[in-house]
């Protein structure tokens, strides 16, 4: 494994206002949880958020919607984010995670300066209608399969700790697998009153397991350890790299907050690594 760590940023550019029933997800309508809700971040503020991440070393640079597609709508709004960001900071890598999507759509976003397209399975196929029921894993699958078509970088990962067993957990690698991703996030779940979901977290044990697993059977693939990572590891983050992770997310998440960015760079360098410089070092 390298060692340099790759750091993306997210920008919750669209948020609160999903329709799915999604068990896991603050974004959701039907669970009411108390967060910040708004159509259309202004495209001033997203460059903002974009130089920021740059300087705080980030190569990757998240544009995120709430919502189930990529519709006509979000599609404008999404190429609009994406041609300001790449105009401000050509050098960072533009993902686009805007749900399900034709690939018509996903053409258009990477004629508008998008680089990755980020869709997560979530969870094994078999284990999915347990946390959703208003739209299908096999949407998502396709949608991963169309990201490639379009010619651009596929991220997919999951979510752990909603109440899947380990059969499951392999079985979503194995989906992930066959899609030969360049990135795979892992997020932990974030517990909230307001969702379904029991309130637990994962012991720092199981979800390192969860990680050796993800390196195991994904050798090739860039490893990123997402949200919950705060809540999941606390200061124990650092042995998220020897467990073959060899990216982060730095900043804020979609609806909660992580840590300081240069409390991750101290974090980094003290456990023998390298903050990774460009998106495609090795």
């Known amino acids: ?35 910040e809700r708004f159509y259309h971040k202004p495209v001033e503020k997203i460059v903002k958020e974009a130089i920021a991440a740059k300087k705080r070393s ?9 919502g189930k597609s990529l519709d006509e709508k979000t599609l404008k709004f999404v190429c609009k984010a994406a041609e300001a960001v790449k105009k ?3 050098e960072l890598n533009i993902i686009a995670c805007n749900g399900t999507a034709t690939l018509e759509s996903l053409k258009i976003l990477k004629s508008c300066g998008v680089d990755s397209y980020n869709h997560n399975l979530e ?14 894993w096999s949407e998502r699958y396709k949608t991963c399969e169309n990201v490639k078509k379009a010619g651009l970088n596929l991220c997919t990962g999951g979510i752990f ?26 997020n932990f779940y974030h517990p909230n009153e307001s969702l379904p979901l029991k309130n637990d977290t994962l012991s720092a044990k199981e979800a390192l397991e969860i990680i050796r697993m993800a390196r195991e059977m994904l050798p090739k693939q860039r490893i990123m350890v997402a949200g919950g990572r705060e809540i999941t ?23 909660t907050s992580g840590n300081d960015p240069m409390r991750d760079h101290r974090m980094i360098h003290k456990a023998g690594y390298e903050v990774a410089i460009e998106c495609h070092d090795s």
């Open 58 to 66: 980030a190569v990757g640079f998240c544009l995120v919607t709430a």
């Open 88 to 90: 401000s900071v050509p």
């Open 161 to 186: 700790g909603l109440g899947e067993s380990k059969k499951e957990r392999v079985s979503l690698f194995e989906s992930i697998a066959s899609l030969e991703p360049v990135s795979v996030p892992i």
């Open 1 to 35: 494994m390298s060692k340099k760590v790759f750091l993306c940023a997210i920008s919750n550019i669209s948020s609160g206002h999903c329709l799915e029933d999604c068990r896991f997800c603050t974004q959701s309508v039907r669970y009411g949880a108390a967060i």
């Open 123 to 136: 969870t094994s196929e078999s284990f999915y209608p347990r946390i959703c029921t208003t739209h299908k």
């Open 233 to 255: 590891f606390g200061d124990l983050d650092y042995k998220i790299f020897d467990a073959g992770a060899d990216a982060i997310v730095i900043g804020g998440y979609l609806t």
